[in-house]
């Protein structure tokens, strides 16, 4: 089980995916420093989900490519955010 947590998620905050990656022994962690929620499109993340749907077995992903992300420019509707 591939799981994803953004630094300043609102929603679903990274203490509960820790929680959930105790209790599955399988599971991998990624965290996403200066991000929020809907990480599924974030830097290299497109690869390495596509790299973990072709190969789904318990190893672990080279998420090396997540540590350059920075702060996400904050935005309160879907025009983004301002300048």
Do not use: W
Request: aromatic content about 6%; glycine content about 8%.
């Amino acid at each position: 089980m591939l799981v994803l947590a953004g630094e300043h998620d609102p929603v679903t905050p990274p203490r509960y995916a820790q929680q959930i990656v105790q209790t599955l022994p399988h599971a991998q962690l990624l965290q996403f420093k200066g991000q929020g929620h809907g990480l599924l499109t974030v830097g290299c993340m497109p690869r390495l989900l596509d790299e973990f749907l072709r190969r789904p077995e318990a190893r672990r992903l080279d998420a090396h490519c997540l540590d350059v992300l920075g702060q996400s420019p904050f935005f309160v509707d879907a025009n983004g955010s301002n300048p």
